[in-house]
Structures are given as structure tokens and as C-alpha cells.
């Protein structure tokens, strides 16, 4: 499975739109890509994934870039509630994820 | 539907002792996941199932086993605890061929976790 790498640390103002970038350069054909994040110590929670097609919901906006090296996962309207740690994986059909250390967003108030 | 749940939330034990962890799935998911997070890293997968009856090893796997003699069941098992295994352990499940709303899920759905100290 594909590696990916993302920054280790983001800031971002409340009610901005906060980007999260991730590098995925090894991707293959079949793998999606799923974003994840953990607030404190708490279990993963899913927030999206596509393939190649941008993806929207509820929660955010998936950006993926049409070589499909390299995606944004966009949160429109960042709120205090979504500071944590954001993951980004590259998989095939939801198994054998491989979780980095992850991007830490802070939202500053 | 309750999800993912975890038995027990928290845990100590002392060096050598024994316990098993389970993890219960009430979504009729056919693959079910073992992970175990340490201090400002990502998860790592211990073992994982495809299918009841079935398991096989993750990225690390040693000092540990399971089993799933049930489908909604995945128990991970220390023998002989270690001080090195003291971690927060995640279990996870996801199902195959399944959709909702036309879509189909792809994801894992994660557990709230066990926080192990091992003295």
C-alpha cells in the first residue's frame, strides 16, 4: 500500500477554511484515498475518500489532483471542535490502512 | 446500532499477566481490525480477519493473538504482558459489497479504544 506523507503541524483561524495537504506520489490505480481524524485520544473518525473524482460532503471537500500524487482535504468553515489530528491514507477498498503520525490542526479562536 | 464497542475502556496489568481484549460489531461487517496507537504516533495493525474463522498478521503482530470464532466478535489476546505493550489498542471493522444511499462503504469504522498500562 502507498505511503503518504502531510505536514506535521497546521494552523488556522476560526471560520477560515482550512486546507490539509497530503503527498500520496506511490499511489496505485485501485487505491483510494481516506481522510481521517482523531480528536485527543479518541477512535479515528471517518471523514471522507475518492478515487479520483473530487469528493464533497457534510464534513469537508476532497481535492484530488488529476495525476492523483497528491490530495486536499478542505475544511470550509473550521470551528474549535475540529482541532485534531488528521489523517491521510492511501488504500485499497477500505483495508490494510497504514497510518502516519498525521497532520495536528489547531483552530485558534 | 451501537457500532464498534470495546471491553474493557481501561486496564493495568503487571508484567507477565495475561488478558484478552474484545472488540464487538453489531453492522454484520465481514472484516474486523486490531490496531494499537502509542504516544504521539499513528495506529498500527496487529492482526486482522476477513471472515469469521479466519485471521492473519498485521505489521505487528508479535506478542499478541486472536481470534474470531464469531462474526461480530474479534478478541485480541496478550499471553504474557509486557511493559512494551502498553499502548492504546483500536479495533475497527468494514464491510464488503455493502452501500448506503447508493454509495458504496469503503471505510473502517472505528472503536472508542482500550487504554492498557502494563506495570
Known amino acids: 500500500d502507498a505511503k503518504t506523507t502531510q505536514p506535521p503541524s497546521m494552523d488556522c483561524a476560526e471560520g477560515r477554511a482550512a486546507n490539509l495537504p497530503c503527498n500520496h506520489s506511490?499511489?496505485?490505480?485501485?487505491?483510494?484515498v481516506y481522510w481521517y481524524r482523531q480528536i485527543h485520544s479518541q477512535g479515528p473518525q471517518y471523514i471522507i475518500h475518492g478515487l479520483k473524482n473530487n469528493e464533497t460532503n457534510e464534513m469537508a471537500s476532497l481535492i484530488i489532483t488529476e495525476d492523483r500524487k497528491s490530495s486536499t482535504l478542505i475544511l470550509p468553515h473550521a470551528t474549535l471542535r475540529d482541532t485534531a489530528v488528521y489523517y491521510c491514507i492511501a488504500a485499497n477498498y477500505g483495508q490494510n490502512f497504514v497510518f502516519g503520525p498525521g497532520t495536528r490542526l489547531s483552530v485558534l479562536p | 446500532n451501537a457500532g464498534v464497542t470495546q471491553t474493557p475502556k481501561f486496564r493495568v496489568l503487571k508484567t507477565g499477566q495475561s488478558m484478552t481484549l474484545l472488540c464487538a460489531q453489531d453492522?454484520?461487517?465481514?472484516?474486523m481490525y486490531w490496531y494499537r496507537q502509542d504516544p504521539g504516533m499513528g495506529l498500527r495493525l496487529i492482526h486482522y480477519?476477513?471472515?469469521?474463522?479466519?485471521?492473519a498478521k498485521g505489521e505487528v503482530p508479535d506478542g499478541y493473538n486472536v481470534s474470531r470464532l464469531k462474526k461480530q466478535n474479534f478478541l485480541l489476546g496478550l499471553e504474557s504482558a509486557a511493559p512494551s505493550q502498553t499502548s492504546v489498542y483500536f479495533c475497527?471493522?468494514?464491510?464488503?459489497?455493502?452501500?448506503?444511499?447508493?454509495?458504496?462503504?469503503?471505510?473502517?469504522?472505528f472503536g472508542p479504544g482500550t487504554r492498557l498500562t502494563v506495570l
Open positions: 475497527a471493522s468494514n464491510p464488503i459489497g455493502a452501500e448506503t444511499s447508493g454509495r458504496r462503504i469503503r471505510e473502517q469504522f
Open positions: 480477519s476477513v471472515g469469521e474463522g479466519t485471521t
Open positions: 506511490t499511489i496505485s490505480g485501485n487505491e483510494y
Open positions: 453492522m454484520n461487517h465481514e472484516y
